[in-house]
C-alpha cells in the first residue's frame, strides 16, 4: 500500500470533502499564503482559491467566532488554532457558543465545524507551545473530540469530522506530521467514537491515543520478545469515549493501564480509569496505572523535557512493575 | 475490616527499611496516633503510628526483618475480627498465651482462623464468588501478599487440598507436599508438622525461647536503639572501616571578623559556621577530589557539593545536608543553615534533607574547644572540624600582634585522599578564611 505523511492525508482528507462540498471551507493563520506552519495546508489555496482558503488575521476569537457564525450559517468550516496551546483565547466562543448553540436552539441550528489543534511536545518547545490539552475538552458536552495516532485514521477521521453535523475538535500531535504511514487509495470514513485495537495481546491492555500511540507499540514489541502480550488499545476518539472496546478487552486482560502525554492529573487516563473501576471492578486483577506527565509546565530544557515524557523503556517498565508484582 | 500496617516511605530515596522494634504487642489496643513499631533505614529512625482506633491484630514482621517500602508489618482491627490468612491461632507462641494477658487481648488471638479477610484483587474476589471458594484458603502470590487471579485459578485446579495459609508456608519450608497429607477436614499446621515426624510441641518450644522478651538486660543498661543505634552504627562503621589522617591548620580571623562586623552593621547576620561553610564549598570546587566518596570498587566523583552539618540535638547528634551548597550565596547559607537546625531541634527533618551529603562540618567552637579529631561521616570522604576562635599573640610581618586564631582540622579517607591534596585543601581554606573577599 502506498505510504503517505500524516500532514498529506489531512490535506487529502480537506480535498477530498472540498472537492465533494462547496460548503466545505478552509480558515486560519497563514494557512493560504504559507500552507500552515506544519505544511497540512499545502497547495489547496492555489487549487481552491482564496475564498475557500482564507488568511485570518492573528485573533484566535475572530477565527473561531467567525467558523461558527459560518456554521450556524450553513457553512462546514475547517479552523486551524495553529497550536493547540491558543485554544485559550477563544474558549467562550467554543465551549459557550459552538458546543451549546444546537442544544439551546432546540436542534434548529447545526454547527458543523472543525477545529484543527496542533499539540504536544517536539523539542523545546517550552511550556507555551508544547502541551496536550485534550482533557479539557472531554468535559464539555456538546463537542466530539478526536486525535488520530497515524495517517490513514488522520485522514478518516478527518474526513468523519467534516461530514460530522456536530463540532469536533481535532487534535492532531505536531511530531506526527511528517510521519508516514499506509493509507488506503480513495474514500476512507473512520468512525467517530471508535476506538481500535492496535495490537492483540493477553497479559495486560494499553489504552492510549495520538503520538504516544507509536510509544506504546513500540513498548509491546519490546515486551513481546521477553514473552509479554501486551493489548494496545488506540482511543481514536476521546468524546465520546468508546469503553466497550476497553472492556472488552480487559475481560480478557484483567489489567489496565492507560499511557498519555498530558499531564497524570485529571487527564484522559483518569476518565478511563474510573469508567474501568465503575463498570469492570469485577475484572481487575491489579491496580490501574496511568502513565502521563507530571503535574509540571514542559520544561523548556531538554534534559528536563525528558522527564516529562514517557518513553518505550518507561512503559516496559511499568508493565513489567504491575506483572512482576503478580509473579 | 481490619487495616494494614506498611512500611512507610521516608522520604524519596529509601527502598527498604527495617522493623527494629515494635512498640505494642499482638492483642494490645491503640489509639490513633500511638506508636506501633520503630524502623530504621540507613539515615534515620522513625516510628509508624497507628492510623486507626482498634486492636494490633496481628504482627506479621518480625523485629530485624529488612522489608521493601510497604510491605505488610501488621493488621489492626476491632477486637475480635479476623483477619484470615496472614494469622492462625497456631502461629502465635505459646508463651503469648501462658502469660496472664488481660482478656482484651487474648479475643483476638483465639478467634482468628478460617474464614476472615484476605487482601485480594476484585478479580480474584469474583473467581472465588463464582466458585464457591473460602478466600483464606488460597495463598497470594500478589502484590503485598494479595490474592490475584491466577492463585485461586491454581487452588482450584488442587481442589483436593484444603490447607490454612500458616500450615501451607510450614509444608513449603518442610519440602512437604501438602497432598500427600492425610486429614479429615482442612489441614493445619499440626498435621504437616506430625506428617513430617515433628511433634509439634518441640517446634513450638523453639520460638518460645527466641522470642523471650525477658532476655538478660545489664544492670542499668539502656537498650540501644533509636538515633543513638544509627549514630552507633555509622561511626563505628566509618571508624573502622576509614584509615583517618588529620591535618590541622590555625587560621587568623581578624578579616573574617571584620567582614561579619561589616555586614552586621547594615544588619545583615551570618555566622562564623556560615562563613567557613562557604569557604569549604569553594575549595571543594577547586579540589573536587576532596568532595568524592569510595564505594567498593568505585570512587564516586560527586557532581554536587552537598554540605552536611553537624547538629547537636537532645539525646545525639543529626547531621543535615545544604544540598548544592556551594550555589549558595552566603546570607542563603546562614538562613539555610537556621532552617535545618531548627527542624533538627525540632525532630521535622525529612530523611531527604539528612541524605546525600559528600562533606561535613562539624564545629565545637562553641564548645571552647582547641582541638579534635572528627570521624568521617561515611561514605564521604572528608569532614572538616572546626574549634573555638580565641586571641593569641601571633607574630604577622616581625611584629608581635594579638589576632584572633582558630583552630580547623580536616578528617579524611586517606584512601582516595592523598596527605598532599589535603595539605592544599587545609592551606586553600586558611587563605580563604584570612582573606574572605576572595569569596566573592
Given at each position: 500500500m502506498r505510504k503517505i505523511t500524516f500532514s498529506v492525508a489531512t490535506q487529502e482528507a480537506m480535498r477530498e470533502e472540498m472537492q465533494r462540498d462547496k460548503n466545505v471551507f478552509l480558515m486560519g493563520e497563514d494557512i493560504a499564503r504559507q500552507g500552515g506552519i506544519f505544511g497540512q495546508f499545502k497547495g489547496l489555496a492555489e487549487e481552491f482559491g482564496k475564498e475557500r482558503v482564507r488568511d485570518t488575521p492573528i485573533s484566535e476569537t475572530a477565527i473561531i467566532g467567525g467558523g461558527v457564525g459560518a456554521a450556524l450559517a450553513g457553512m462546514r468550516p475547517v479552523v486551524d488554532m495553529h497550536f493547540a496551546d491558543f485554544i485559550g483565547v477563544p474558549m467562550d466562543e467554543i465551549f459557550n457558543q459552538m458546543a451549546k448553540a444546537r442544544y439551546m436552539f432546540g436542534g434548529q441550528a447545526k454547527v458543523p465545524l472543525v477545529l484543527r489543534a496542533p499539540d504536544g511536545m517536539t523539542r523545546g518547545g517550552a511550556a507555551q507551545h508544547s502541551q496536550c490539552v485534550e482533557a479539557w475538552f472531554m468535559h464539555i458536552p456538546g463537542i466530539k473530540v478526536v486525535i488520530p495516532s497515524n495517517p490513514a485514521d488522520a485522514k478518516g477521521l478527518l474526513k468523519s469530522a467534516i461530514r460530522s453535523d456536530d463540532p469536533v475538535l481535532y487534535f492532531e500531535h505536531k511530531?506526527?506530521?511528517s510521519v508516514k504511514g499506509e493509507v488506503p487509495e480513495g474514500e476512507i470514513l473512520t468512525p467517530i467514537g471508535k476506538a481500535h485495537v492496535a495490537r492483540e495481546g493477553a497479559d495486560m491492555t494499553i489504552v492510549s491515543y495520538s503520538f504516544y500511540m507509536t510509544n506504546v507499540l513500540t513498548a509491546a514489541k519490546e515486551l513481546d520478545k521477553e514473552g509479554i502480550h501486551v493489548e494496545c488499545i488506540d482511543?481514536?476518539?476521546?468524546?465520546?469515549?468508546?469503553m466497550d472496546t476497553v472492556y472488552e478487552s480487559l475481560r480478557k486482560t484483567k489489567k489496565l493501564m492507560i499511557v498519555h502525554e498530558a499531564v497524570r492529573q485529571g487527564g484522559v487516563g483518569a476518565e478511563v480509569a474510573a469508567r474501568a473501576a465503575e463498570e469492570m471492578i469485577d475484572y481487575l486483577d491489579a491496580p490501574i496505572v496511568r502513565l502521563g506527565a507530571p503535574f509540571v509546565p514542559i520544561p523548556y530544557s531538554p534534559v528536563l523535557e525528558r522527564l516529562v515524557k514517557i518513553e518505550p523503556e518507561d512503559i516496559v517498565k511499568a508493565v513489567k512493575e504491575v506483572l512482576g508484582n503478580q509473579r | 475490616m481490619a487495616a494494614e500496617i506498611t512500611m512507610p516511605q521516608l522520604g524519596l530515596t529509601m527502598t527498604e527499611g527495617t522493623v527494629s522494634q515494635w512498640l505494642k504487642h499482638e492483642g494490645d489496643i491503640v489509639k490513633?496516633?500511638?506508636?506501633l513499631v520503630e524502623i530504621e533505614t540507613d539515615k534515620i529512625s522513625n516510628i509508624v503510628e497507628a492510623h486507626e482506633d482498634g486492636v494490633l491484630l496481628k504482627i506479621v514482621a518480625q523485629e530485624g526483618e529488612s522489608l521493601p517500602v510497604k510491605a505488610l508489618l501488621g493488621y489492626i482491627g476491632q477486637p475480635g475480627e479476623q483477619i484470615g490468612a496472614a494469622a492462625s491461632a497456631a502461629a502465635v507462641p505459646d508463651s503469648a498465651k501462658s502469660m496472664a494477658a488481660p482478656a482484651l487481648r487474648e479475643a483476638p488471638v483465639q478467634k482468628i482462623a478460617a474464614g476472615g479477610w484476605v487482601p485480594a484483587t476484585p478479580y480474584a474476589r469474583k473467581l472465588a464468588r463464582d466458585g464457591g471458594l473460602d478466600l483464606t484458603l488460597v495463598t497470594g502470590t500478589g502484590y503485598n501478599g494479595r490474592v490475584i487471579g491466577s492463585d485461586v485459578a491454581d487452588c482450584k485446579t488442587a481442589a483436593t487440598v484444603r490447607i490454612s495459609p500458616t500450615a501451607a508456608k510450614v509444608a513449603a519450608d518442610l519440602g512437604i507436599d501438602p497432598a500427600a497429607i492425610q486429614t479429615a477436614g482442612r489441614i493445619m499446621k499440626a498435621d504437616v508438622l506430625q506428617s513430617a515426624g515433628i511433634a509439634a510441641a518441640a517446634v513450638a518450644a523453639v520460638p518460645q525461647v527466641t522470642a523471650s522478651p525477658v532476655s538478660v538486660v545489664p544492670a542499668h543498661g539502656e537498650k540501644l536503639k533509636g538515633m543513638r543505634k544509627v549514630i552507633a552504627q555509622r561511626l563505628g562503621e566509618g571508624w573502622r572501616n576509614t584509615p583517618h589522617v588529620h591535618h590541622t591548620v590555625e587560621i587568623n580571623m581578624t578579616e573574617a571578623a571584620a567582614l561579619r562586623g561589616k555586614f552586621i552593621a547594615m544588619d545583615r547576620k551570618f555566622s562564623f559556621t556560615d562563613l567557613i561553610i562557604k569557604a569549604m564549598c569553594k575549595v571543594l570546587e577547586e579540589y573536587r577530589n576532596a568532595n568524592d566518596s569510595l564505594d567498593g570498587a568505585y570512587i564516586i566523583h560527586n557532581p554536587e557539593i552537598n554540605m552536611g552539618v553537624a547538629v547537636a540535638i537532645d539525646g545525639g547528634l543529626i547531621v543535615p545536608v545544604i544540598k548544592n551548597a556551594n550555589q549558595l550565596g552566603l546570607m542563603d547559607i546562614h538562613q539555610k543553615v537556621g532552617e535545618l537546625a531548627r527542624k533538627a531541634r525540632e525532630h521535622t527533618l525529612s530523611p531527604d534533607e539528612l541524605s546525600g551529603g559528600t562533606c561535613t562540618i562539624s564545629n565545637l567552637g562553641m564548645y571552647g574547644c582547641d582541638h579534635f579529631t572528627p570521624i568521617v561521616n561515611p561514605p564521604e570522604a572528608a569532614i572538616l572540624g572546626v574549634c573555638r576562635t580565641v586571641e593569641k599573640a601571633v607574630v604577622i610581618d616581625h611584629q608581635i600582634v594579638i589576632a584572633p586564631m582558630m583552630n580547623a582540622v580536616l578528617g579524611y579517607d586517606h584512601r582516595i585522599i592523598d596527605g598532599a591534596t589535603a595539605g592544599l585543601v587545609t592551606s586553600r581554606l586558611r587563605e580563604y578564611l584570612e582573606n574572605p573577599l576572595l569569596l566573592l
Open positions: 511530531k506526527l506530521f482511543l481514536r476518539t476521546i468524546s465520546p469515549l468508546d | 490513633k496516633g500511638d506508636e
